[in-house]
């Protein structure tokens, strides 16, 4: 049985994740992911449910339709100074940052969250046992 994983957004408060923001790296339950789509800074940030990507859903990037919200193009590149995904327009008209290809950054994000999430569950485990 697969412990929740606690939203770092509401820290303290007692909600159970249920999404990934890939740039910011945390993890957040449905009304953090909500504010947190509509915030200006983080609008364009690409966030996941953690059932899918626990369940593999993003094995294979190059299955994924993820789409540029702006130009409607299959993301292609990934910004590494901004941390967010870029299709082959955006890279085009203004990201001369450091880049490097979507599906090795997808690869990497994925490797990370394979550690992390252990890790996670691990210390919610410890806290739920201090608690009683």
Not at 6 to 19: I, L, M, R, S, V
Not at 81 to 94: E, N, S, T, V, W
Not at 101 to 114: C, G, I, P, T
Request: with cysteine; aromatic share 8%; proline share 5%.
């Amino acid at each position: 049985v697969k412990s929740p994983i606690p939203c770092e957004t509401c820290q303290g408060e007692d909600h159970n994740a249920e999404y990934w923001c890939v740039q910011c790296e945390e993890s957040m339950c449905a009304l953090a992911a909500r504010f947190h789509s509509l915030n200006k800074l983080s609008r364009l940030h690409q966030v996941v449910k953690l059932s899918e990507l626990q369940a593999g859903a993003m094995s294979s990037p190059g299955t994924l339709s993820i789409t540029c919200p702006i130009h409607a193009d299959q993301y292609k590149y990934f910004d590494l100074i901004y941390k967010r995904p870029l299709c082959r327009d955006c890279f085009a008209f203004g990201h001369s940052h450091d880049c490097e290809d979507f599906s090795k950054a997808a690869k990497r994000h994925r490797e990370h969250l394979n550690v992390i999430l252990p890790v996670a569950r691990q210390r919610l485990d410890e806290m739920r046992k201090e608690r009683k």
